[in-house]
């Protein structure tokens, strides 16, 4: 009776291991992954294969088709190398532009001012989808540079109901992020450690959703 009830409870209690086990080595992924897309961002002109190189790995792992993360994440990150980094230059400057200009136009008033801070919101705006959606395109398809860029806007508008979580939960994310100056310094030192890879994560399943028809008709 007592060998039965003995292995009864060790029956009941290795599931309970397991998951333990499986949710302890997914943070150890993130972790890595965060601290890889770190490393490879620092030189500032590779974040875009950096990031492209992330969601590949991360989508894959939302399919749990994942294998060797440090070997697949290098190995997308030579892939996407050349196109990613072309359309992060191109974003990063039409970001510094766009941030310039309104610096320079906030300081002034009038109905023209007023307009021109409202263009460059809208333009701003398209900007930060464009960064959300053009690196799991790079990562997930092969097509020309302004394809991509095209694609970018066009798939998460026919897509909206899955896109729109991505914008919210990435913009929610970062307003939280640059609430105060505590939560700057919080802020920098989760996304630095996990923070990127968990916020990729959670994206790349909608992402998932957003790309599904394409990917079926590849």
């Not at 490393?39 to 590949?56: E, F, R």
């Not at 997308?76 to 532009?97: H, K, P, S």
């Amino acid at each position: 009776m007592t060998d039965a009830n003995e292995t009864g409870y060790a029956g009941r209690k290795m599931p309970m291991d397991n998951m333990i086990i499986r949710v302890l080595t997914r943070i150890f992924d993130f972790i890595l992954l965060n601290i890889l897309w770190v490393v490879c961002s620092i030189p500032i002109v590779t974040m875009g294969a950096s990031t492209a190189a992330l969601y590949s790995v991360m989508l894959k792992i939302t399919k749990n088709q994942e294998g060797y993360i440090i070997k697949d994440y290098f190995k997308a990150f030579r892939e996407n190398f050349r196109q990613g980094t072309i359309v992060w230059m191109i974003l990063a400057l039409l970001g510094f532009l766009i941030g310039a200009d309104m610096a320079i136009v906030s300081r002034t008033s009038g109905i023209v001012a007023s307009a021109a801070i409202v263009i460059f919101c809208i333009t701003g705006f398209f900007c930060f989808v464009e960064v959300l959606f053009v690196f799991p395109l790079i990562a997930v398809f092969r097509n020309s540079t302004g394809n991509m860029i095209k694609n970018a806007i066009l798939i998460p508008v026919s897509r909206l109901p899955y896109a729109l979580p991505v914008l919210l939960l990435t913009g929610m994310c970062l307003i939280l992020t640059f609430l105060n100056q505590t939560s700057i310094l919080a802020g920098a030192a989760i996304w630095s450690v996990i923070g990127v890879s968990v916020l990729t994560y959670a994206n790349s399943f909608f992402i998932r959703k957003v790309l599904e028809p394409y990917m079926e008709a590849r």
